[in-house]
């Protein structure tokens, strides 16, 4: 019931990805454990919380980025900045 925004854009040598929400945001207490294998604010049972650990480490093998904001009042937005690749000719 909620809104999902997601921009791209070309950078010099980097696209990126903006996907942000109008949801509840990240809690504070929160924003420095995100990205941690098994962190999640789901009951037991409920998550894993390895989404954004995996979504980190494969983003960051392919020579990117990915970071976060918190928005006010409320919602997130994550940004994902990845190198532009260019196939070499054969």
Wanted: glycine share 12%; hydrophobic share 30%.
């Amino acid at each position: 019931d909620g809104l999902v925004e997601v921009k791209t854009r070309a950078r010099e040598d980097t696209i990126e990805i903006e996907i942000g929400d109008d949801g509840p945001g990240i809690p504070k207490e929160a924003e420095h454990k995100i990205f941690d294998p098994f962190y999640t604010t789901k009951k037991n049972g409920k998550g894993t919380g390895l989404g954004l650990s995996i979504t980190y480490s494969i983003i960051e093998k392919m020579g990117g980025r990915i970071r976060f904001e918190n928005r006010d009042p409320k919602g997130t937005t994550f940004f994902v900045n990845l190198p532009i690749m260019i196939p070499d000719k054969k």
